[in-house]
């Protein structure tokens, strides 16, 4: 299981130009495994936790990547950061729109 963070009133999976993917958590990618609540603590208050499974994105098409989050994240969020990705010979439209299925 994976969360996005996401704003209120905003898509949770919106890909932003420059972005190469959309940042997850992967709740398993440390031990012990995260909490949502562990990861919202390093986030604006209002913002809320959307999970989704692998098996979720997968199907449409799309693969998630571990990348080490931003170093102004706590270690363990650091570890466990991910991206959602365009699967292969998928186009920016065709990621776009596969992650707005997401939703």
Do not use: Y
Not at 77 to 94: F, W
Request: overall charge negative.
């Amino acid at each position: 299981m994976v969360v996005r963070i996401a704003e209120p009133g905003r898509p949770a999976f919106q890909l932003r130009k420059g972005e190469e993917g959309v940042s997850v958590f992967d709740l398993d990618g440390v031990q012990p495994s995260l909490t949502e609540n562990e990861i919202l603590d390093s986030f604006r208050s209002g913002s809320g936790p959307v999970s989704r499974s692998l098996a979720e994105i997968e199907a449409k098409g799309l693969r998630v990547v571990s990348v080490l989050g931003a170093e102004t994240l706590p270690p363990r969020l650091r570890e466990a950061h991910c991206e959602i990705r365009p699967g292969p010979g998928m186009n920016r439209v065709e990621f776009k729109k596969a992650l707005m299925e997401l939703e």
